[in-house]
Structure formats: structure tokens, C-alpha cells
């Protein structure tokens, strides 16, 4: 099924985003005010337990069935020299996904969560976006749809990664077009380039970003020039979990960069995602504060891969349980509140 056959459903669906459950977060409130605790004393656990509730719709929110999707993809600009590695490694990783063998394999693992790698047309890179758009209209609607065929309506919680050499230079275009600032300011050492590459990496974004200029008029052509089909199908994933009210948590700075431009269009795309983490790439807070977000987690992590949003999965499950579980000042027999 293509979730997006056409730019019109991809705009249409942008344009009527559904909203969070206001009864479900009055009543979780509710529940939050009856358990046994100082209100407030679990900090930020409480608020994740409320934010799951306002868009599984009920007081007492679960994750009994939760998916991490990594989307991978290849870039025709790497041939500037923007990666420490070259554009075999997103194949080679790939397959170590599929062996089971790689971080997020494990870390996936010890957070309940079932993993779906979608590989796109590795053999084939996006166009080289300082002289052409990244993708023509039929590749980028193509994956999108590629995103969204991955979220299915049984599921309680979504993640979502990436694996794609290079890809944290098309992160900083898409965030520099998005939401401003100098191509500078968005680059960082992605795989680990040193200065000289870093400089590389700049070059490449200015160029970017003067050529297509003021084409990237609408958030769909930001994604089509500007991005890659492993970042327009985390795009298409979120965008597709918002329309079945599925509570999405980010990754890293790629990730993140992908729903900028429908951000900067449509600011509350991200009302149903949670920050997983905040990634040692220093582009990546830059963005979460333009969308708003904050991190559960900082650990200094910059591997990708939906690793981040996969540890942080754990401390929604905590939170979730002591929402949960815990009596309430009437079941406990206690009088009155703490």
C-alpha cells in the first residue's frame, strides 16, 4: 500500500494532524494525584506516563507491542569526502542488522522491542544534491510510503533510526533550510572527521543549500532536494504513526533533521514524539530546542542506528509501571496525601 501516492497526500496529511486525548490526559492526571507519592516526586516519569496516555487514549497507557525501524540509504554526495567511510558500510552494516550482530540488535533486544530494517535501493545513491535534487518526486514519495508501510496500527510505541554514510551532512542542509543559521553551525564530525573534513562538510552544505536556494519552498521539496530516501522514510514513519495516534521516540540528530522541515511548516508534528536522547553531535540539541523537545537521556552517545531511542524505551517502560502499578492513597489506606 502507498501511504503516499501523491505530493496532495502528503500535504493533506501534514495539514490535518490528529490531536492528543484530552480525556485520557485529564484521567491520567487524575491517577497521578491519587498514588501514593509526593505529586510531582517522580519528575519527568510522571510526565512521560501522561504524554503516553494522550495518545493511547487511556489512563493507564501500555507497551505490550513496541517496533524500532531503522531505515538505510545512500548519498551521492559522499564523493566530496564528507564520511570517515565509505558508501559500502551502510550495505555492510546492514547486513550486520540482519545477523544480528550490531548495537541496536541488542539494545532493541533489552528494550521489548521487535526490529524491521528497510534498506533503500542501497545500490543506487540519492543524486548528488550540490548540483541536483536529492531525489525526483516519484523517489521521494516512494520512500516515504516506505516509512509509513512500516507502522502498523497494533503497535503501542515506535522508535526510530538510520543507517546511511554521510548522512549526518544532509541532516545539517535540511536543519539550515529548515530553521536557519549557516551551514556552520549546523555540521558537526558525524562519523569522526577531522577538521579538514569537517570544512569538507561545510562546503558541501553551502553549495547545497545555494543551489536549490529558494526551490525548497514547501517541506516536501525541502525533503526531496535536500534529504535522503533513508530520512524521507523516517519522515513518512512518523508522520504515518501520527496519523494512528502512535507515541514516536526520536533518535539522533538524522532522525531528528528529518521532520524539519515539516516542523518548521507544522510545528505540532511533533506533539506525539518523545527525544530519546541527546547525541554528542553538536547539530543534534541545536535542533531539539528548534522542535522543542527534551532529551530523557545524555549519555554522550553519537552511534545512530535508533540506539539512543531504544535505551531510552526502558525508562518509559519505568515510568509507565510506576504509573501503573503503584496504589493508590485509597487502596494503600493511607489518609490523605503525602
Do not use: Y
Not at 496532495?8 to 487524575?30: G, H, M, Q, V, Y
Not at 517496533?67 to 570517515?84: K, L
Not at 543534534?284 to 539512543?308: F, N, T, W, Y
Amino acid at each position: 500500500m502507498s501511504h503516499f501516492a501523491s505530493r496532495a497526500a502528503f500535504e493533506t496529511a501534514l495539514a490535518n494532524l490528529p490531536a492528543a486525548d484530552d480525556a485520557a490526559i485529564a484521567a491520567a492526571r487524575a491517577r497521578q494525584a491519587e498514588l501514593t507519592k509526593p505529586p510531582g516526586s517522580l519528575g519527568r516519569l510522571e510526565d512521560i506516563a501522561i504524554f503516553m496516555a494522550s495518545w493511547q487514549g487511556h489512563d493507564r497507557p501500555v507497551i505490550e507491542r513496541g517496533r524500532t525501524a531503522i531505515f538505510a540509504g545512500n548519498h551521492g554526495f559522499v564523493v566530496h569526502g564528507v564520511s570517515a567511510f565509505p558508501a559500502s558500510v551502510t550495505a555492510a552494516m546492514v547486513g550486520n542488522f540482519a545477523a544480528g550482530g550490531a548495537a541496536i540488535n541488542a539494545l532493541a533486544g533489552m528494550a521489548g522491542l521487535d526490529l524491521k530494517v528497510v534498506a533503500l535501493d542501497l545500490e543506487r545513491p540519492t543524486a548528488d544534491f550540490t548540483i541536483a535534487p536529492a531525489m525526483d518526486e516519484a523517489e521521494c514519495l516512494a520512500a516515504l510510503s516506505a516509512g509509513a508501510e512500516i507502522v502498523t496500527p497494533d503497535l503501542h510505541i515506535l522508535t526510530v533510526g538510520e543507517m546511511g554514510i554521510g548522512n549526518t551532512t544532509a541532516a545539517a542542509a535540511l536543519c539550515a533550510r529548515s530553521f536557519g543559521g549557516s551551514a556552520a553551525e549546523w555540521v558537526g564530525p558525524g562519523t569522526g572527521v577531522d577538521s579538514s573534513g569537517i570544512a569538507r562538510k561545510v562546503a558541501v552544505v553551502e553549495r547545497a543549500l545555494a543551489h536549490h536556494g529558494t526551490a525548497c519552498e514547501t517541506p516536501f521539496e525541502t525533503l526531496r532536494r535536500l534529504g535522503g530516501r533513508e530520512i524521507a522514510a523516517i519522515a513518512g514513519a512518523i508522520l504515518r504513526a501520527r496519523q494512528l495516534r502512535i507515541p514516536v521516540v526520536l533518535d539522533g540528530f538524522i532522525t531528528c533533521a528529518a521532520i524539519a522541515p515539516l516542523a518548521a511548516a507544522a510545528p505540532g508534528i511533533t506533539d506525539h514524539c518523545i527525544a530519546g536522547h541527546c547525541s554528542a553531535e553538536p547539530g543534534h540539541r541545536r535542533v531539539l530546542e528548534r522542535l522543542g523537545l527534551s532529551p530523557i537521556l545524555a549519555l554522550d552517545m553519537r552511534l545512530g542506528e535508533g540506539s539512543g531511542a531504544a535505551v531510552a524505551v526502558s525508562v518509559i517502560r519505568s515510568a509507565l509501571a510506576a504509573h501503573a502499578q503503584m496504589a493508590t492513597f485509597a487502596e494503600a489506606g493511607v489518609a490523605g496525601e503525602l
